[in-house]
């Protein structure tokens, strides 16, 4: 008995040494991964997911323009809804500060709200969209990299 007792005091340090070094490599691995978006594990992005605050931007216009002369598009009404929820994500892609990012994130979750909800018309919205195209052109030209020197 007392040489299995010894053999035991030898085997176990070995053993909790190497569940250490598991749990250490382990913890370490999960700390290098990157910051990926959502749609970054996606396989396929939907055609009309905005590379950029300013292609947002471009792409809702174009959705309303559409609207203005076809008011029964529903896809274009669900691509125009997809793009103003998208654009907080998009932003938060970016170098933009938070007190920039969070008015595009609260206003983008009240046009959310009321494109849901079916008994608002999207003429009712077009005032808030309008202003909403403004704010991301606005946080846009914001950021380092899309700054000019004159």
């Known amino acids: 008995m007392n040489q299995s007792h010894k053999l035991l005091r030898q085997v176990f340090p070995i053993r909790r040494w190497w569940s250490f070094i598991l749990l250490l490599t382990a913890s370490s691995l999960g700390c290098v991964a990157e910051k990926e978006s959502l749609h970054e594990m996606d396989h396929e992005l939907p055609p009309h997911w905005p ?21 029964s598009l529903e896809t274009t009404r669900d691509e125009l809804s997809d793009l103003i929820t998208w654009v907080p994500e998009v932003a938060a892609d970016t170098d933009l500060p938070e007190l920039e990012w969070v008015p595009l994130y609260e206003l983008s979750e009240t046009l959310r709200h009321h494109l849901s909800a079916e008994d608002i018309s999207l003429s009712d919205c077009r005032e808030d969209i309008e202003r909403f195209v403004v704010l991301l052109r606005e946080s846009h030209a914001k950021l380092p990299a899309t700054n000019t020197i004159n």
């Not at 590379?51 to 008011?71: P, V």
């Open 51 to 71: 590379q950029s605050m300013e292609d947002a931007a471009q792409k809702i216009e174009q959705r309303l323009g559409l609207l203005e002369t076809k008011e």
